[in-house]
Protein backbone atom coordinates (compact mmCIF):
# COMPACT_ATOMS: atom_id res chain seq x y z
CA UNK A 1 0.00 0.00 0.00
CA UNK A 2 1.29 3.26 -1.39
CA UNK A 3 0.84 6.33 1.01
CA UNK A 4 0.87 10.38 0.07
CA UNK A 5 -0.37 13.02 1.50
CA UNK A 6 -3.65 14.78 -0.30
CA UNK A 7 -5.92 18.28 -0.18
CA UNK A 8 -9.52 18.50 -1.14
CA UNK A 9 -9.88 18.66 -4.91
CA UNK A 10 -6.77 17.13 -5.68
CA UNK A 11 -6.29 14.56 -8.23
CA UNK A 12 -5.39 10.95 -6.68
CA UNK A 13 -5.48 8.04 -9.44
CA UNK A 14 -7.20 8.14 -12.94
CA UNK A 15 -10.19 5.89 -13.26
CA UNK A 16 -8.19 3.36 -15.48
CA UNK A 17 -6.26 2.15 -12.70
CA UNK A 18 -8.79 2.52 -9.40
CA UNK A 19 -12.21 3.09 -8.35
CA UNK A 20 -13.54 5.61 -6.07
CA UNK A 21 -13.42 4.64 -2.00
CA UNK A 22 -13.72 6.15 1.12
CA UNK A 23 -13.49 10.25 1.21
CA UNK A 24 -12.96 10.19 -2.70
CA UNK A 25 -15.09 11.07 -5.51
CA UNK A 26 -15.03 10.39 -9.14
CA UNK A 27 -14.79 13.26 -11.64
CA UNK A 28 -15.32 11.51 -15.00
CA UNK A 29 -11.68 11.12 -15.86
CA UNK A 30 -10.05 10.88 -12.46
CA UNK A 31 -10.36 10.32 -8.50
CA UNK A 32 -10.06 13.08 -6.76
CA UNK A 33 -10.02 13.59 -2.68
CA UNK A 34 -12.65 15.01 -0.80
CA UNK A 35 -10.80 16.11 2.40
CA UNK A 36 -7.22 16.54 3.85
CA UNK A 37 -5.16 12.94 4.36
CA UNK A 38 -3.29 10.24 3.23
CA UNK A 39 -4.06 8.96 -0.04
CA UNK A 40 -4.32 4.70 0.33
CA UNK A 41 -4.15 2.34 -2.61
CA UNK A 42 -5.62 -1.31 -2.18
CA UNK A 43 -3.83 -2.95 -5.05
CA UNK A 44 -6.20 -5.81 -4.62
CA UNK A 45 -9.10 -4.92 -4.51
CA UNK A 46 -8.35 -1.49 -7.05
CA UNK A 47 -9.40 1.41 -4.74
CA UNK A 48 -8.39 4.20 -3.77
CA UNK A 49 -9.15 6.17 -0.81
CA UNK A 50 -8.20 8.85 1.68
CA UNK A 51 -7.78 8.07 5.30
CA UNK A 52 -7.93 11.07 7.59
CA UNK A 53 -6.08 11.04 11.12
CA UNK A 54 -8.47 13.76 12.31
CA UNK A 55 -12.10 14.35 11.68
CA UNK A 56 -14.41 17.53 12.22
CA UNK A 57 -17.54 16.51 13.82
CA UNK A 58 -20.24 16.55 10.96
CA UNK A 59 -24.01 15.96 11.87
CA UNK A 60 -25.90 13.31 10.21
CA UNK A 61 -29.64 14.18 9.21
CA UNK A 62 -32.07 13.98 12.57
CA UNK A 63 -29.29 14.94 14.74
CA UNK A 64 -30.20 18.27 17.05
CA UNK A 65 -27.47 20.80 16.96
CA UNK A 66 -27.54 23.96 19.20
CA UNK A 67 -25.71 27.15 17.62
CA UNK A 68 -25.14 30.82 17.62
CA UNK A 69 -26.75 32.72 14.99
CA UNK A 70 -24.13 34.13 13.25
CA UNK A 71 -25.97 35.97 10.21
CA UNK A 72 -29.86 36.52 10.20
CA UNK A 73 -30.58 37.59 6.35
CA UNK A 74 -34.73 38.02 5.24
CA UNK A 75 -35.25 34.46 4.33
CA UNK A 76 -32.53 32.61 5.95
CA UNK A 77 -30.44 32.75 9.23
CA UNK A 78 -26.64 31.27 9.17
CA UNK A 79 -25.78 28.89 12.60
CA UNK A 80 -22.41 28.48 14.02
CA UNK A 81 -22.93 24.99 16.07
CA UNK A 82 -21.52 24.74 19.19
CA UNK A 83 -23.31 21.32 20.18
CA UNK A 84 -24.49 18.08 18.44
CA UNK A 85 -26.80 15.71 20.32
CA UNK A 86 -25.81 17.43 23.85
CA UNK A 87 -21.80 17.32 22.67
CA UNK A 88 -19.99 20.05 22.73
CA UNK A 89 -17.37 20.34 19.32
CA UNK A 90 -15.09 23.13 18.49
CA UNK A 91 -15.02 22.49 14.73
CA UNK A 92 -16.64 25.60 13.90
CA UNK A 93 -19.13 24.11 11.13
CA UNK A 94 -21.70 26.33 10.19
CA UNK A 95 -25.58 25.61 8.93
CA UNK A 96 -28.29 26.94 7.17
CA UNK A 97 -31.75 27.44 8.13
CA UNK A 98 -34.39 28.92 5.64
CA UNK A 99 -37.08 30.72 7.81
CA UNK A 100 -39.19 32.32 4.76
CA UNK A 101 -41.63 30.40 5.26
CA UNK A 102 -42.46 31.42 8.68
CA UNK A 103 -44.51 34.70 9.54
CA UNK A 104 -42.46 36.43 11.84
CA UNK A 105 -40.59 39.31 11.59
CA UNK A 106 -37.63 38.45 13.39
CA UNK A 107 -37.18 34.46 13.89
CA UNK A 108 -33.44 34.82 15.86
CA UNK A 109 -30.96 37.90 16.00
CA UNK A 110 -27.36 37.45 15.33
CA UNK A 111 -25.89 36.41 18.86
CA UNK A 112 -28.80 34.40 19.54
CA UNK A 113 -28.57 30.88 20.94
CA UNK A 114 -30.77 28.53 19.12
CA UNK A 115 -31.14 24.59 18.86
CA UNK A 116 -32.24 23.39 15.18
CA UNK A 117 -32.53 19.58 13.82
CA UNK A 118 -30.54 18.80 10.45
CA UNK A 119 -32.73 18.10 7.63
CA UNK A 120 -30.48 17.63 4.73
CA UNK A 121 -26.63 17.84 3.64
CA UNK A 122 -26.74 18.79 -0.12
CA UNK A 123 -23.23 20.36 -2.40
CA UNK A 124 -21.30 20.92 0.98
CA UNK A 125 -23.91 22.78 2.90
CA UNK A 126 -25.78 21.67 6.09
CA UNK A 127 -29.24 22.13 6.09
CA UNK A 128 -31.37 22.75 9.67
CA UNK A 129 -34.81 23.09 10.52
CA UNK A 130 -36.77 24.83 13.31
CA UNK A 131 -40.45 23.78 13.10
CA UNK A 132 -41.17 21.54 16.04
CA UNK A 133 -42.17 23.29 18.97
CA UNK A 134 -38.96 22.37 20.83
CA UNK A 135 -36.95 24.11 18.35
CA UNK A 136 -35.83 28.03 18.18
CA UNK A 137 -34.31 30.22 20.10
CA UNK A 138 -33.35 28.98 23.95
CA UNK A 139 -31.24 32.38 24.93
CA UNK A 140 -31.52 35.81 23.39
CA UNK A 141 -30.88 39.23 25.31
CA UNK A 142 -33.37 42.52 24.31
CA UNK A 143 -32.27 44.20 20.93
CA UNK A 144 -32.20 47.46 22.10
CA UNK A 145 -30.39 47.73 25.42
CA UNK A 146 -29.00 44.10 25.91
CA UNK A 147 -30.92 43.67 29.03
CA UNK A 148 -32.61 40.11 30.24
CA UNK A 149 -35.40 39.34 28.52
CA UNK A 150 -38.35 37.13 29.78
CA UNK A 151 -40.75 35.18 28.12
CA UNK A 152 -43.99 36.33 26.90
CA UNK A 153 -46.41 34.11 24.99
CA UNK A 154 -44.47 33.35 21.82
CA UNK A 155 -42.25 36.96 21.68
CA UNK A 156 -39.79 38.22 24.41
CA UNK A 157 -39.95 41.00 26.36
CA UNK A 158 -36.89 42.98 28.32
CA UNK A 159 -37.19 43.23 32.46
CA UNK A 160 -34.96 46.41 31.81
CA UNK A 161 -36.37 48.72 28.80
CA UNK A 162 -40.02 47.22 28.26
CA UNK A 163 -39.18 46.35 24.79
CA UNK A 164 -41.54 43.39 22.95
CA UNK A 165 -39.71 41.49 20.33
CA UNK A 166 -41.30 38.47 18.18
CA UNK A 167 -38.47 35.19 18.05
CA UNK A 168 -39.42 31.66 17.16
CA UNK A 169 -38.94 30.45 20.62
CA UNK A 170 -38.15 26.80 21.37
CA UNK A 171 -40.41 25.15 24.39
CA UNK A 172 -36.99 25.10 26.17
CA UNK A 173 -36.45 28.73 25.98
CA UNK A 174 -34.51 29.74 29.14
CA UNK A 175 -34.48 25.93 30.72
CA UNK A 176 -30.77 25.27 29.03
CA UNK A 177 -28.42 24.06 31.62
CA UNK A 178 -25.19 24.99 29.77
CA UNK A 179 -26.25 28.83 29.86
CA UNK A 180 -25.83 28.64 34.23
Not at 74 to 102: D, F, K, W
Request: hydrophobic share 35%; with cysteine.
Amino acid sequence: MSQEFKLPGEKIAFLEEYLSGENTFDDGESIRSTMIGEAKFDKSERIASIQNKKSVPIPKIGDEIIGIVEASLGSLIAVSMQYINGNPINSNVECICTTRHMRRKNVALVKDIIKLKIINRINGTIHASMDEPNFGVLFTKCRKCFGEVIQNKDAVKCKDCGWFDDRKLSSDFGKADFLK
